[in-house]
């Protein structure tokens, strides 16, 4: 089993906030806490790690500003709630990363965006880019148009997917619960706190109570699904409270954490995904030095392509094959196949003028790409891949 680092080990840390951390029922924001976890986050991000949150809050401000009583809310007053509320959200965390010369940025996602792949791509793109840009992403769900059929409904398992969408190697779930039990803490006086989870079995889950119950919806039931996702993508995840101030400086000082280890590494699990899962929607054909480039874990350009065959969008996934017509490896196309085959041959610098507009300088991306040849070549491209993913 992978053992616990430092935060400041790894490289990209999603840290998903629980509602109950970040607003009080009746004095509504709690601004001293939210300054405390900005320092532990500017201190990760001058160590040289990425940070990225999900926070929840958006209904549970939204109510403390709008005033409404307590009970459950009908869905379009959670909605009108989160609208409220979202707004309040964002410009809390943007006023409190600032104190450290951090910028923030508001991405609202729907389930449908990190299912369908053209939108996961999208999504994906504008959070790298955000990241370059050094700002740090405030994510999440845009409760305001997710209906019940097309939600997450929490935060824990979209934390997930934003983690292994970002490659993430870390996921972080700050809540009022420090970690898991074999059983209900409140409940057993003889549950017992578990550390570090080796692997997520069906008696892991079992400790986290039935799905569908009222208790455990967004309890332990949804931390768990999250590890499934987390961890089957190769990312670590840690369960920990957030109660005190400071709650990710508290982790690496020692306060009670639950450690997942991750079951696959980022690049392995990805690029199975991309290799396995899907049917290839059309193909490419290359020249050898596109072949070079790609087995040298480069990204293929539209220069090395010599032939574009099949109907596909932007995100599907294609097979791409070397001059002497072998399958070498398979990719997400990041151009529909009219637009590809228009820019065939062509130089990235041309991609503007040929199709009106500054598309991705890539046919495939070398993130969305896997190379699928002969065993013997097999092994290295995974030693490149490491050492640039
Ligand atoms: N998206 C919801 C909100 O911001 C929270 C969901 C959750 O608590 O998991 O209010």
Redesign the pocket.
């Known amino acids: 089993m992978q053992s616990r680092q430092p935060l400041s080990a790894y490289k990209r840390i999603v840290v998903k906030i629980?509602?109950a951390l970040l607003v009080d029922r009746k004095s509504g924001l709690k601004k001293a806490w939210l300054d405390s976890v900005c320092t532990d986050i500017a201190a990760l991000k001058a160590a040289g790690t990425d940070v990225l949150v999900v926070?929840?809050?958006?209904?549970?401000l939204g109510r403390s500003v709008l005033q409404l009583p307590s009970g459950t809310l009908k869905l379009e007053e959670s909605q009108a709630a989160?609208a409220v509320?979202?707004i309040a959200?964002a410009r809390a965390w943007s006023e409190a990363l600032s104190r450290d010369e951090i910028i923030a940025g508001q991405i609202l996602l729907t389930l449908g965006d990190t299912e369908e792949r053209r939108r996961y791509l999208n999504g994906r793109a504008t959070i790298s880019q955000l990241m370059k840009f050094g700002a740090v992403p405030i994510i999440?769900?845009n409760?305001t148009v997710a209906t019940t059929e097309i939600r997450y409904?929490?935060?824990?398992r979209?934390a997930a997917r934003v983690a292994t969408m970002t490659g993430a190697d870390l996921l972080v779930l700050l809540s009022d619960i420090d970690g898991l039990y074999t059983a209900p803490p409140h409940l057993d006086p003889d549950a017992k706190f578990l550390e570090a989870i080796a692997e997520i079995t069906p008696e892991i889950e079992a400790m986290a109570g039935g799905a569908a119950s009222e208790l455990s919806r967004?309890g332990m039931r949804?931390k768990i699904d999250a590890g499934k996702i987390a961890t089957s993508a190769g990312c670590a995840m840690i369960i920990a409270s957030g109660k005190m101030d400071h709650p990710l400086s508290a982790i690496d000082k020692g306060a009670r954490s639950s450690w997942f280890a991750p079951s696959g590494t980022p690049v392995t699990a990805r690029k199975t995904w991309i290799a396995g899962k899907l049917q290839p929607a059309g193909e490419m054909h290359v020249d050898a030095g596109a072949e070079r480039a790609l087995s040298a874990g480069k990204s293929l350009l539209p220069a090395g392509v010599t032939l574009v065959s099949g109907q596909f969008e932007r995100g599907d996934t294609i097979a791409i094959f070397g001059p002497s017509g072998r399958e070498i490896a398979r990719g997400l196309a990041g151009y529909d196949a009219s637009e590809a085959r228009q820019i065939t041959g062509r130089k990235s610098n041309e991609i503007e003028a040929i199709l009106g507009y500054a598309g991705r300088s890539a046919m495939v991306h070398r993130d969305d790409l896997v190379m699928t040849a002969a065993a013997s070549t097999r092994k290295s491209d995974r030693e490149k891949d490491a050492s640039h993913v």
């Open positions: 629980g509602s926070s929840s809050g958006a209904i549970a989160a509320g979202q959200l999440n769900e409760d409904g929490d935060n824990d979209l967004g949804t």
